[in-house]
Structures are given as structure tokens and as C-alpha cells.
């Protein structure tokens, strides 16, 4: 039996930044941005006018509850969350249930079955959508919850939801350069690694490992590395995520690859004073939300 989210608990608040210019009083001049991950919840608002991040709020997951039931628990307890009349609503979801094909060969309807060659799909759990990259010619298959899509469509029709590689390709191919050489780049989450490697502003690898260890961490990196031909002595890896400079996550990228650095927020987007106090290469993946369509 669901428990219903009024009695749910708030989710527990680990940063709730705001910028004092937020007129709620008028959000048909704000995009908001949600992030749904194992990790917990991440809130964003967006001045459209102004293309300028105005909230950031992250929240942590609560016990046993669906993605669903965390969004609905939230919205219970927000003031923003939940409520109408936003110029635009995009939900990215993260999971391992992705693939991507190029968008000329998406067939509508046969999403189900581009998703089986990767993930047993779950009818009576899971609904199965795509998301098109209309600059990149790239479409993504992904699978979320049922609980969730039902929340998300019921409280925002027109909004749009997305797996959450989709808002990174956006992000990175949005600040990489036009170059023949491969950029390869790690996003860090809760006990999950998405690597990206673009090369002239295209895709060329794309895929979320589930690690439990620095070992881990270091396996799957090394391991996609050498499979393009880079070479860890070589070529700069660039990471975002959740670690902090002095991690053993981050301490074990230093000894094995030569040039790793952290990244930066999107560029070409203006940023609250308010999220100063936050590291510049957290929260990547909310941000480029506002890059997507």
C-alpha cells in the first residue's frame, strides 16, 4: 500500500539557496528545473529574461520511497514544487535504463524494443520514453517509473522529461570545442559514473557504470579510455559531480591519469551570488537543463 505523500515526510534540505529578486508571485518568468537521482532530489529556477539561475535547492533522497513519491512528497512540502503556472518544466531522471540511436532511425511506438537490447523492460512498472536531440541528430530511449510519469504529466502537461545523460550531452557539447581530438569527460554520482567523450561537438561514447569503489571508479575510466585509443598519460579528463578535492574518489583519478581537472558550470549563463558558495563543477547536469529543448 502507497503511502500517500502528504504524510510523507519533507526530504531533508542540504543546500536551499535563493536569490532575493525571485518574484513567485510571477513564474510565467521562470523556467524550473528538477533533477531526479539516487542521490535525492535537485531544484533549479531559471530567469528566462535575464538566462540567469536564481534558486538552487538540493535535497536528499528519502528511504524506500520511488523517485515518484519523492516528487510528490517534496511538492507536499514546497512552495515552488508543484505549483502551475511556470514558462517551462523539464525533469531529468538518472538511471542505468538508457540507450541512444540516431534520431533518423527512432521509430515512434517501437521505443519498447531499442530499449530490450539494453534493459529488461518492465511494463507494469516502467514507461519507456524518448527525448531528440534535434542539434546532435541523436535520440535517447529511457525508461522511467510509472509513479513518476504520472506525477509529472498530472502536474505539468506541457513539461518536458529527459534521462539525465541528455542534459549533460547538451552541456558539454554547448561549451566543447570544435576539434578532430576526443574530449573525455566523467560526471560522479551516488555510487554511479557517467562518461561522455565528445569529439567536434558530436557524441562518440555515452554509458553510466555502477561502481562501489574508487577501484571501480578507476576500472571503468581506464578501461574506456584505452577503447578509444586515449591515453591516461596523454589526454585531459575534465569531472563534475559529487566529490570534493581531497576524496579518495578524486585522489585515485589523480594517480592514475596525468591531467584531470574539475570542470566548470555551463557557459554563456549568468549565476546567483547566492551559488558562490557552491563548488563550480557541482550540479552540471541541472544546470544544462536550461540548455535543452
Not at 529578486?21 to 532530489?41: C, E, I, K, R, V
Not at 535537485?42 to 516528487?71: I, M, W
Not at 578509444?228 to 579518495?248: A, F, K, R, Y
Request: glycine share 4%; aromatic share 10%.
Amino acid at each position: 500500500m502507497s503511502v500517500p505523500s502528504s504524510h510523507l515526510p519533507a526530504p531533508t534540505a542540504l543546500h536551499r539557496l535563493r536569490d532575493e529578486t525571485l518574484d513567485a508571485d510571477n513564474l510565467a518568468a521562470y523556467n524550473l528545473y528538477l533533477t531526479a537521482s539516487p542521490a535525492g532530489l535537485r531544484v533549479g529556477v531559471a530567469d528566462v529574461r535575464r538566462n540567469k539561475f536564481v534558486v538552487l535547492e538540493d535535497y536528499a533522497a528519502l528511504p524506500a520511497t520511488s523517485y515518484g513519491g519523492q516528487l510528490q512528497a517534496l511538492a507536499a512540502h514546497h512552495d515552488l514544487v508543484g505549483q502551475p503556472g511556470w514558462n517551462h518544466v523539464r525533469l531529468a531522471v538518472q538511471n542505468r535504463h538508457f540507450t541512444l540511436l540516431p534520431s533518423p532511425l527512432l521509430r515512434p511506438g517501437d521505443e519498447d524494443r531499442y530499449l530490450r537490447l539494453h534493459h529488461a523492460v518492465d511494463s507494469e512498472r516502467e514507461t519507456v520514453l524518448a527525448y531528440t536531440h534535434t542539434s546532435q541528430e541523436v535520440a535517447s530511449v529511457f525508461a522511467v517509473e510509472n509513479a513518476l510519469v504520472a506525477w509529472f504529466r498530472g502536474t505539468y502537461p506541457t513539461g518536458t522529461l529527459l534521462h539525465q545523460t541528455s542534459a549533460m550531452l547538451e552541456g558539454l557539447v554547448h561549451q566543447s570545442e570544435s576539434t578532430t581530438s576526443r574530449r573525455f569527460y566523467l560526471s560522479i554520482g551516488h555510487h554511479e559514473l557517467t562518461i561522455i567523450v565528445i569529439r567536434d561537438k558530436k557524441p562518440e561514447f555515452c554509458n553510466v557504470f555502477a561502481f562501489s569503489s574508487p577501484e571501480d571508479l578507476i576500472y571503468y575510466t581506464i578501461l574506456v579510455m584505452q577503447e578509444l585509443q586515449l591515453n591516461p598519460d596523454q589526454d585531459p579528463v575534465v569531472v563534475w559531480g559529487d566529490l570534493m578535492h581531497d576524496s579518495e574518489l578524486f585522489t585515485v583519478l589523480r594517480k592514475y591519469i596525468r591531467h584531470v581537472k574539475f570542470g566548470n558550470r555551463p557557459f554563456d549563463l549568468h549565476y546567483s551570488y547566492r551559488l558562490n558558495e557552491l563548488f563550480e563543477y557541482r550540479f552540471f547536469e541541472l544546470y544544462s537543463l536550461h540548455l535543452c529543448e
